[in-house]
């Protein structure tokens, strides 16, 4: 009896080992699972590194096998150009004599000196490919009808006009009156002519006749102004001279014939815009406002509207321009606007300021007039500039002529 009770009691026992052993089975078989997992983890790691170092070799090589294939034929094309006898030109001064070509038809000539390379101020007519002097003479003819108040010009033809490499070539005529105001350059267009344009020829013939209506009392304080022009079909038209005639001594019903030789083209004041320049320098901006014009318009219509586009040029770079808002046509049209304007350097304030105010008209505008601010000749404009860079963050309002 002794014996069989130990047996008895090691069979009672054996159900509950088997689970244990169990138990310990899978978890040994999980931490060999993980292992391999850990380890084929590591190895795709080690791999992909080694992809990334042998792609960054590759990169490198192939950057280095362009620079090297790039100089190869910088050297090829300077030596064929040596060959031939050309200079080789940079591509910054090309761009350069480009941007310049680009000032000069937007009406802003700019002239970098040998140290500063500052933009100056110039001229605001289009004068790109102008000769150096006017030449040539232009031939029209003048009547005045005392009983139907009637200004009658032939503009005949044109003789020994220079030839330029486009010569197609027109007149523009104006009938400017002298302003009632205390400025007496102040002018007023009354009436705005333009012949026919004449192809590549160096005396043309136009034939083209114009008449208004003005008064007897108007004409002592009239005159006539013919421009003569090469024609751009992009509008940007080059002066070739111009005639200016008094219509004080015309006589009633007596036509007067006339043969004048061409004169350096000039500008008439047709008003005035008031302007406040503001630099910050911290931000790299300059602040432009369009506080008013004033314009010498015979009769303000309700239904005229106007505009004004803003041109700013900076060290040979030109910022994209800005538009006003349309304004109802005034003698003082208020427009209280301001326009900002990125600079690309911290120290760039040798700039120039075209401001060109625009009739608009349904399917076309029309210039009335520009003015040019900056570091220029004009003292009324460098005093202004002067006065912005000596007034940092502070606006100086200042008032401009508009010239056409």
Known sequence: MTQERPSILYFQALPLLVPDLWKYGMLILSILLLLVALIILTCQLCK????RKSQKVRNLINNAQKEIDEENAFQEKRSQTSLVGFEAQSSHEIMIQNIRKELKKLGVCCSPSSDTKSLAMGILANDLGAPDRSQGKLRFSLLYNKKQLELILTVTGALGLPRLEYSNTFVQVRLLSQATSSSSDLQHIVHEWQTQVVKTDSSPTFGDQFACTLQEADLTKSSIKLEVKCFDKYSRHIPLGEVRVSLNTLKAFESMEFCRELQKATKDTVGEVLVSLKCLPISQ?????????????????AEKRIYARIDVFCNLHKQKHQKSKPKTLASMTIFNETFFFHLPEPVV???AVLISIYEMHPKSRQLVGQ??????ESDNTSDHWECM???????VAKWHPLVI
């Open 48 to 51: 992909c590194w080694k992809f």
């Open 285 to 301: 901006r300059i602040e432009i406002g369009l506080l008013k014009v004033k314009t010498t318009f015979l009769c303000n219509n």
């Open 349 to 351: 304030w040798d700039c």
């Open 371 to 376: 003015a040019a601010l900056g570091k220029g």
């Open 389 to 395: 860079m000596r007034s940092i963050q502070q606006p």
